[in-house]
């Protein structure tokens, strides 16, 4: 009784594989990292602040930049460039929140994942 979802006609669902589980999970963390660094290493004014800013900026820039379906469209460089700022912002987080091994490690999975995604969209 029920059609594939496949075929429906006029329908075009997106192709989802594993970098971009990947890279939605690392925008994820991102932004809980950045929320965990505004709340726990801020006095209280500031905390909240940065705690909330922080994340939303990221969410932002994300929305205008990075999302499947940008508001403005970069060239490829540039939106490397501005992705590599989003985890160099992060690393730095967690390397002040005295967790540099943590740092390093969400470092390389997340350079990993776009220098992969950036040259699947290359080719």
Same mark, same amino acid.
């Given at each position: ?15 989802? =594989? ?28 500031? =905390? ?76």
């Amino acid at each position: 009784m029920s059609q594939d979802p496949a075929s429906v006609p006029g329908v075009e669902r997106p192709n989802i =594989n594993a970098l971009d589980v990947v890279r939605a999970v690392v925008l994820v963390i991102a932004i809980g990292t950045l929320a965990l660094w505004g709340f726990a290493t801020w006095p209280l004014p500031w =905390n909240i602040v940065l705690g909330l800013g922080a994340p939303i900026v990221v969410l932002l820039v994300w929305a205008l930049f990075l999302s499947p379906k940008p508001v403005l469209r970069l060239h490829p460089f540039l939106r490397a460039v501005v992705e590599l700022l989003i985890y160099v912002g992060v690393t730095t987080a967690w390397w002040l929140m005295d967790q540099p091994l943590i740092g390093l490690a969400f470092a390389l999975v997340a350079v990993g994942a776009g220098v992969v995604s950036g040259r699947r969209t290359l080719s």
